[in-house]
């Protein structure tokens, strides 16, 4: 008896490739992957036969799946080998991850990659022909040992093998930079140390990877951590928004606190006004100062961005004094004083600016915060 539900919630970009695709065709094979981890399945599978639980996933989601049967029999995986798996709504690689560690030796479990269009399950040793070359400049990065040692403090270093050999040190200076992907991407996988399907060199700042397409995605996930993580610029959306608490209310339901996305909803809201907008660029320690008019509106706004070397994370001194004239010649003045701590990539300034008495519509100064 067997059974299978799901819920599909995000879009889905398939996308064609070859098998050694170089410059925007690796992207095309990564927009693959990401949509496996944005894709969001709810499942029931009770006792199905393997071949069958992939077939409905590849249903579920839109994607095509497959099963290399024959290499996967070398790990003793068969088609006709029973799962279970009960999931609330999660992601499609969450899935997958799940499925595969239930079937095959402890040691030696299936995986999943992308290639030629298609998701593919596969054995370890089958993602090696799949593997893409693509060129990394690390050069802004080199030398940040604080942003090195924050990124390398918030994962597990994986101790490496060199099978007996003495493995060669990274090519400097971009030693840190190499040691770090390493030891946390695919850390078995590398050439210099023992494994079979990843390979890096370093040639004047630049990275030369030539990897499994989710390994590369995970090398830009570790790239952009590093460049987020200690800023060297930062460039801004600012806006005075007049925004009803009542549909104010359900937004903060729906989206977490401080959050990029939140703030988005805030302004594109069709009940929100927009009192004062500015784009602004500055750099952590260097202060910016604004006087500004904007129709009925002006303010004055001090911003004093600064990175917390101990936690990573940016924070914001905020300053402000606005001024809205109303239609009957009547001034509206608001100020605060705070400061307010930005610890991802994805956060946002989100305060309000307090009435002089009791309202029902919500000021907010909303600055969304890319870190570059």
Same mark, same amino acid.
């Given at each position: 008896?067997?059974?299978?539900?799901?819920?599909?919630?995000?879009g889905?970009?398939?996308?064609?490739?070859?098998?050694?695709?170089?410059?925007?065709?690796?992207e095309?094979?990564?927009?693959?992957?990401r949509?496996?981890?944005?894709?969001?399945?709810?499942?029931?599978?009770?006792?199905? +036969?393997?071949?069958?639980?992939?077939?409905?996933?590849?249903?579920?989601?839109?994607?095509?799946?497959?099963?290399?049967?024959?290499?996967?029999?070398?790990?003793?995986?068969?088609?006709?080998d029973?799962?279970?798996?009960?999931?609330?709504?999660?992601?499609?690689?969450?899935?997958?991850?799940?499925?595969?560690?239930?079937?095959?030796d402890e040691?030696?479990?299936?995986?999943?990659?992308?290639?030629?269009?298609?998701?593919?399950?596969?054995?370890?040793?089958?993602?090696?022909?799949?593997?893409m070359?693509?060129?990394?400049?690390?050069?802004?990065?080199l030398?940040?040992?604080?942003?090195?040692?924050?990124?390398?403090?918030?994962? +597990?270093?994986?101790e490496?093998?060199?099978?007996?050999?003495?493995?060669?040190?990274?090519l400097? +200076?971009a030693?840190?930079?190499?040691?770090?992907i390493?030891?946390?991407?695919d850390?078995?996988?590398?050439?210099?140390?023992?494994?079979?399907?990843?390979?890096i060199?370093?040639?004047?700042?630049?990275?030369i990877?030539?990897?499994?397409?989710?390994t590369?995605?995970?090398?830009?996930?570790?790239?952009?951590?590093?460049?987020?993580?200690?800023?060297?610029g930062?460039?801004?959306?600012?806006?005075?928004?007049?925004?009803?608490?009542?549909?104010?209310?359900?937004?903060?339901?729906m989206?977490d606190?401080?959050?990029?996305?939140?703030a988005?909803?805030?302004?594109?809201?069709?009940?929100?006004?927009?009192?004062?907008?500015?784009?602004?660029?500055?750099?952590p320690?260097?202060?910016?100062?604004?006087?500004?008019?904007?129709?009925?509106?002006?303010?004055?706004?001090?911003?004093? +961005?600064?990175?917390?070397?101990?936690?990573?994370?940016?924070?914001?001194?905020?300053?402000?004094?606005?001024?809205?004239?109303?239609?009957?010649?009547?001034?509206?003045?608001?100020?605060?004083?705070?400061?307010?701590?930005?610890?991802?990539?994805?956060?946002?300034?989100?305060?309000?600016?307090?009435?002089?008495?009791?309202?029902?519509?919500?000021?907010?100064?909303?600055?969304?915060?890319?870190?570059?």
């Amino acid at each position: 008896m067997h059974r299978l539900t799901a819920l599909v919630v995000a879009g889905l970009t398939c996308c064609l490739c070859t098998a050694a695709p170089a410059g925007d065709e690796i992207e095309d094979v990564l927009d693959l992957a990401r949509a496996v981890e944005r894709t969001q399945l709810r499942i029931k599978i009770d006792d199905m +036969p393997l071949a069958a639980a992939v077939d409905e996933l590849a249903v579920a989601s839109g994607l095509s799946i497959r099963a290399d049967w024959e290499l996967l029999r070398q790990i003793s995986v068969r088609p006709r080998d029973l799962v279970t798996l009960h999931s609330a709504e999660t992601s499609l690689a969450t899935v997958l991850a799940d499925l595969l560690a239930r079937v095959g030796d402890e040691f030696n479990r299936p995986v999943w990659e992308v290639s030629e269009g298609r998701v593919v399950i596969t054995t370890a040793r089958g993602t090696e022909p799949m593997r893409m070359t693509d060129v990394y400049d690390v050069r802004d990065v080199l030398g940040d040992r604080l942003a090195l040692d924050l990124v390398r403090s918030r994962g +597990p270093a994986v101790e490496q093998s060199t099978d007996g050999t003495d493995a060669p040190e990274p090519l400097s +200076p971009a030693g840190d930079v190499v040691r770090l992907i390493t030891d946390h991407v695919d850390a078995e996988g590398w050439v210099r140390y023992g494994g079979s399907r990843n390979r890096i060199d370093e040639r004047a700042g630049r990275l030369i990877v030539s990897a499994t397409p989710r390994t590369h995605l995970r090398i830009q996930q570790v790239l952009r951590t590093l460049r987020w993580t200690n800023p060297r610029g930062l460039v801004m959306q600012a806006a005075i928004i007049d925004v009803p608490d009542a549909d104010a209310v359900p937004l903060e339901r729906m989206h977490d606190a401080g959050t990029a996305s939140l703030a988005r909803a805030l302004v594109d809201h069709a009940a929100a006004s927009s009192l004062w907008s500015s784009s602004l660029a500055g750099r952590p320690g260097e202060p910016i100062e604004i006087s500004s008019q904007h129709g009925a509106t002006s303010l004055e706004l001090a911003l004093g +961005p600064e990175f917390d070397q101990a936690t990573g994370e940016l924070v914001i001194d905020v300053r402000l004094r606005s001024t809205t004239v109303g239609a009957d010649g009547g001034d509206d003045t608001r100020s605060l004083t705070t400061s307010v701590h930005v610890p991802t990539r994805n956060g946002a300034v989100i305060v309000e600016l307090p009435a002089s008495g009791r309202s029902d519509v919500r000021r907010l100064l909303v600055i969304e915060i890319e870190r570059r």
